[in-house]
T-cell receptor, first 114, second 112 residues
Framework: IAGITQAPTSQILAAGRRMTLRCTQD?????MYWYRQDLGLGLRLIHY???????GKGEVPDGYSVSRANTDDFPLTLASAVPSQTSVYFC?????????????FGPGTRLTVL | QKEVEQNSGPLSVPEGAIASLNCTYS??????FFWYRQYSGKSPELIMF????GDKEDGRFTAQLNKASQYVSLLIRDSQPSDSATYLC????????????FGPGTRLSVLP
């Protein structure tokens, strides 16, 4: 593994189904993030984690949950998917020290909820 | 309030010209500013960051920051068709931890 991986690459999901998007990084970054990207709205933060064992809510957390059991993994769960959750989801990670803390992005998951 | 604004474009420039991309932000206490490039269907990748007033140059790219006016810009000199992408401005705002606020992005098209 080099950098950040996400799975699946794409998924079509029936409304009401449960879905977990996976994210794994091998850079030993403390912080990890989940964004959704919708046309015209840019990247919006869903949830974040500054270190293993802690999580926080971003700008659009409703309908999503996360966990951070270890440094490397940061899964995002949709408990009961709705069509408005159709989007491209990006996972990112960064260090937490200093002013300059570039976020590195995974390749993304394209999710369609019907 | 944590708002970052950009013109959505598309901004079209001829090959070899200078492309100028602008970003304004609302939180006067914002600390660091980042420009990401995103090709269609791909993930964002960092091209520049700046945290002090003035200019910062890296090859064909120059980032400009004016904290008093609350704007940050990205200049691309000698634009190439390969520069055609969406450019995202990201701001590390005060009291938001390590988190960024992203603008909606400006789509740049460099015409051969």
């Amino acid at each position: 593994i080099a950098g950040i991986t996400q799975a699946p690459t794409s998924q079509i999901l029936a409304a009401g189904r449960r879905m977990t998007l996976r994210c794994t990084q091998d850079m030993r970054h403390n912080a990890m993030y989940w964004y959704r990207q919708d046309l015209g709205l840019g990247l919006r933060l869903i949830h974040y984690s500054n270190t293993a064992g802690t999580t926080g809510k971003g700008e659009v957390p409703d309908g999503y949950s996360v966990s951070r059991a270890n440094t490397d993994d940061f899964p995002l769960t949709l408990a009961s998917a709705v069509p408005s959750q159709t989007s491209v989801y990006f996972c990112a990670s960064s260090v937490t020290s200093g002013t300059y803390n570039e976020q590195f992005f995974g390749p993304g998951t394209r999710l369609t909820v019907l | 309030q944590k708002e970052v604004e950009q013109n959505s474009g598309p901004l079209s420039v001829p090959e070899g010209a200078i492309a100028s991309l602008n970003c304004t932000y609302s939180d006067r206490g914002s600390q660091s500013f980042f420009w990401y490039r995103q090709y269609s269907g791909k993930s964002p990748e960092l091209i520049m960051f700046i945290y002090s007033n003035g200019d910062k140059e890296d090859g064909r790219f120059t980032a400009q920051l004016n904290k008093a006016s609350q704007y940050v810009s990205l200049l691309i000199r000698d634009s190439q068709p390969s520069d055609s992408a969406t450019y995202l401005c990201a701001v590390k705002v005060r009291n938001y931890g390590q988190n960024f606020v992203f603008g909606p992005g400006t789509r740049l098209s460099v015409l051969p």
